[in-house]
């Protein structure tokens, strides 16, 4: 069983010329409401390191976490809000799109997809722009306690399916009842391990 990861919040950004250098880097990315943040203190086991709340689009900022010993964790804002305006929409997409193309040592991106609804058109754009990009990703899906017990087998299938992965491929988590999370701190210490 792996510990809660030591998380420590260092600063939060407009753009990634303001970020400190890091040796190691992974990034959460996802549409808003997947639960980025929520899955941030699953893994630190701690309920205010990063903000939660039930009005999606409240992650505007680019928010750096530090890992000490291991690296850095970027909690990006989420991308497919409506309820906010096409300018500061046009504004997020430029600054995540130029934090994930310029940001050094970044060695993963994690792109959470809503496992009760599936992969929107939106993450399978973010699939299709990180794969043509050449940025190394992994799919965890969210929610996992959302899904009833007799359909998971059958979404694990049909969103893997959509996402053009081996199911195996996803790692299923839930934030609240805490499924899959000691495996992702597992996967979060591997990625930014030099070696990993």
């Not at 964790?73 to 934090?99: C, F, H, N």
């Not at 970044?106 to 009760?116: I, S």
Request: proline letters at 5%; charged letters at 25%.
């Amino acid at each position: 069983m792996t510990s809660p990861l030591q998380l420590e919040f260092v600063l939060s950004a407009t753009d990634v010329a303001d970020l400190p250098p890091t040796e190691a880097e992974i990034a959460i990315v996802g549409r808003s409401n997947v639960g980025k943040s929520s899955l941030i203190n699953a893994v630190a086991n701690r309920k205010k390191l990063a903000m939660v709340s039930n009005t999606p689009g409240r992650t505007r900022l680019l928010n750096l976490f530090s890992l000490p010993g291991h690296g850095t964790v970027m909690d990006l804002p989420g991308y497919g809000y409506a309820a906010t305006s096409r300018t500061e929409r046009e504004k997020w997409q430029r600054m995540i799109e130029g934090y994930l193309l310029e940001r050094d040592n970044l060695d993963m991106v994690v792109v959470l997809v809503d496992g009760e609804i599936g992969p929107t058109k939106l993450d399978l754009t973010m699939l299709e722009w990180a794969t043509a990009s050449d940025l190394p990703h992994s799919i965890v899906a969210t929610k996992h306690d959302k899904v009833k017990a007799l359909q998971r087998d059958k979404r694990r299938a049909e969103l893997a399916a959509k996402c053009g992965r081996p199911a195996s491929d996803i790692l299923w988590v839930s934030a609240s009842k805490g499924t899959g999370i000691d495996a992702l701190r597992g996967r979060v210490l591997h990625w930014l391990t030099p070696e990993g």
